[in-house]
């Protein structure tokens, strides 16, 4: 029986394991491909959970906003929350895509204004630089 070469095992330890043909190795693959679906779900969990918080985050600045008059009392607190934290996190991307800073200072007035009371047609253009 030959030997595979030296793998990294459970808690770290460097091992030799002996090599039962292609068999073993497509179940250790399989026992891998599950390890990495495993890996994936507790990411998306921890994302998920980021992306709750910062919700409910905006959804409690809609509502002080909402209480003292500047932000529209009919809309939807959470509807709104999710629609801030979509276009904040699309803001994010196309920032670090290398937008200018004055631009991206425009789309954060534009989204503002989406929360403005009362609720009025945009402008049909944006104040970019471009």
């Excluded at 409690?60 to 009392?73: K, M, N, T």
């Excluded at 200018?100 to 047609?121: I, K, W």
Aim: charged content about 20%; aromatic content about 2%; hydrophobic content about 40%.
């Amino acid at each position: 029986m030959r030997k595979t070469p030296e793998y990294v095992g459970p808690a770290g330890t460097a091992t030799t394991r002996p090599s039962t043909g292609g068999h073993q190795r497509r179940t250790g693959a399989a026992g891998r491909t599950a390890q990495l679906s495993a890996l994936e779900d507790a990411l998306a969990r921890l994302v998920r959970q980021a992306l709750d918080a910062n919700q409910s985050r905006l959804a409690a600045f809609i509502r002080l906003g909402q209480e003292d008059g500047s932000v529209d009392p009919a809309l939807n607190v959470e509807h709104s929350a999710l629609l801030m934290l979509a276009v904040l996190q699309g803001m994010r991307v196309v920032g670090k895509a290398g937008r200018q800073h004055e631009e991206m200072t425009a789309v954060a007035a534009l989204a503002l204004r989406l929360l403005d009371r009362p609720m009025t047609a945009l402008p049909a253009t944006a104040p970019c630089s471009k």
